[in-house]
């Protein structure tokens, strides 16, 4: 049986192979022999749709079950084959008509075990014209960049390119405002303001009280799927393989009233859409996104909510289009539309601009004090678009430079919010490496950052150098309303002093 009735170019095209075997090393050599058995595999396969034992036997030297649902690098002797069979793959689909690369993403996929059947079919659905855009209209696309942007936690490497920069001027003799050593005698502690800090509510309007907590799949309690055990059942209050019922999320935020009822400011660091990956759609995430902010503000009435958003939040998953993008079908206008009406009922009218632009703004909340927020989910590794183009999306780096600019000129104090932490494995490593430039020239203004997005509560500390012996700024990451995966549901209340707006505590 014919697969494909379109011309094949051959795979020996695609990926060329240097180096005569006699002088390769033993892992060269076996790195050469896995090139050479995926190259004649894949190309049998699109000519007659059969998978030769050759073929076969390359795979399963190549399976990576759940690899995006790791929390933590991999270790380098699993990353050579890997990127080398990355590189290997990502040329084939890149020279092959495009009719088929839907349907080759979905083999490759179920193929070497990344999830199961079902998903693999339902993600590639909706992402596969989204990467093929991203292929037709990126020059000089290559597939080692390919596997460098979305592999970078692999320890995939593009090693002809060049690192952009931010233009950073250097520090002014100017009066700071920042919180010295002397000035630290003169806080508050006895009557500190109370900043809520929510993050990855990860709404699921499907969740079903009864069904299958311990699936196969990214994420459970699903309609329709029945548990092997009664104790695998999804309960009325979560489960650990699942994300938040209305039900769970009324819950949480009816217990946060009432034991805090002194609330000054609420941080929300991002991710209201659930982890069905595989099932997004902008009507979908509309309506989830729009009723979990309308219960935050009838559940938090009156008090101040300064939200970001997440990597999940977006229509495909991850995926925030350069504003260069004018295609309906790919911009991401969409949701900076929505949210710049959403949140206008916390921010004031001027932070439309920003946020029209590419999801983020400023607010002086008081004279002296200042949050930023920002769309740090650009750099989530998994945001296609950065193969397309990953010079500083939307220029807002460029712009925080700006910002806090200012900031220092005036004496302000600077608290900065977002979702993917700058140094977490996940973001792409330019953009962290510039960020932490930024937050160490202005390490005087910006006293501390919040964020979200890794389900944990952690604290990371920002040095002046790489002798980590002198740390000069601070990240609170928040944990979760989410059980996915594996947490207890849990938010954070920092005591903050009135008038520096460091931790009193």
Not at 104 to 133: H, M, S
Not at 221 to 230: A, I, N
Not at 414 to 423: E, F, K, L, M, R
Not at 473 to 489: E, M, Q, R
Request: proline fraction near 5%; aromatic fraction near 12%; charge should be neutral.
């Amino acid at each position: 049986m014919i697969l494909f009735c379109c011309e094949v170019k051959p795979i020996k095209a695609i990926v060329s192979s240097s180096i005569s075997t006699s002088s390769r090393s033993r892992s060269t050599r076996f790195l050469y022999e896995l090139e050479v058995s995926l190259r004649k595999g894949i190309d049998e396969y699109l000519k007659s749709g059969n998978q030769t034992e050759e073929l076969q036997n390359a795979l399963q030297l190549l399976q990576i079950p759940g690899i995006f649902r790791k929390e933590d690098r991999v270790s380098p002797f699993i990353s050579i084959p890997f990127c080398a069979g990355c590189n290997i793959v990502a040329s084939i689909l890149l020279a092959v008509p495009r009719i088929t690369v839907k349907t080759l993403l979905k083999r490759f996929c179920i193929w070497l075990g990344v999830e199961p059947p079902d998903v693999c079919q339902g993600f590639f659905d909706v992402n596969a014209e989204t990467l093929i855009y991203i292929a037709d209209n990126t020059p000089h696309l290559s597939s080692q960049r390919i596997c460098t942007i979305v592999f970078q936690f692999m320890g995939c490497k593009e090693f002809f390119k060049h690192d952009w920069t931010i233009n950073i001027p250097k520090e002014k003799n100017i009066k700071q405002l920042g919180v010295t050593e002397k000035k630290r005698s003169n806080l508050n502690p006895i009557n500190p303001i109370k900043i809520l800090h929510l993050s990855d509510i990860h709404y699921d309007v499907d969740y079903t009280i009864g069904s299958d907590a311990a699936c196969d799949e990214p994420m459970c309690c699903r309609p329709g799927s029945q548990p092997d055990y009664f104790q695998n059942a999804a309960g009325r209050w979560g489960a650990y393989r699942c994300d938040t019922s209305w039900e769970m999320f009324n819950g949480a935020l009816d217990h946060i009233t009432s034991q805090h009822d002194d609330i000054t400011y609420i941080y929300f660091t991002g991710d209201i859409v659930d982890h069905k990956l595989w099932g997004t759609s902008m009507r979908r995430n509309t309506k989830v996104i729009s009723s979990v902010l309308e219960k935050l503000k009838n559940s938090f009435e009156g008090i101040p909510i300064f939200p970001v958003l997440g990597n999940h939040d977006p229509h495909p998953l991850n995926a925030y289009s350069p504003d260069s993008v004018n295609n309906k079908s790919f911009s991401s206008q969409w949701i900076f539309k929505l949210v710049a009406e959403k949140w206008q009922m916390w921010l004031p009218t001027e932070t439309k601009e920003t946020i029209l632009k590419g999801g983020y703004y400023t607010v002086l909340v008081k004279p002296g004090f200042r949050i930023v927020a920002l769309n740090s989910a650009v750099c989530f590794f998994t945001n296609w678009w950065l193969i397309f183009d990953d010079y500083d999306p939307y220029g807002q780096l460029n712009w925080l430079v700006d910002v806090l600019l200012k900031a220092e000129e005036n004496g302000e104090i600077v608290h900065i919010i977002s979702h993917v932490p700058s140094g977490d494995f996940t973001c792409f490593k330019n953009w962290g490496k510039e960020y932490a430039e930024i937050i160490k020239r202005f390490s005087k203004t910006v006293i501390a950052q919040f964020n979200g997005h890794t389900h944990r509560q952690d604290v990371s500390l920002y040095y002046k150098d790489t002798t980590m012996k002198h740390p000069i700024n601070i990240a609170f990451t928040g944990g979760s309303l989410t059980t996915w995966y594996g947490v207890n549901p849990n938010y954070l209340v920092h005591h903050v002093d009135p008038v520096f707006y460091v931790r009193s505590a």
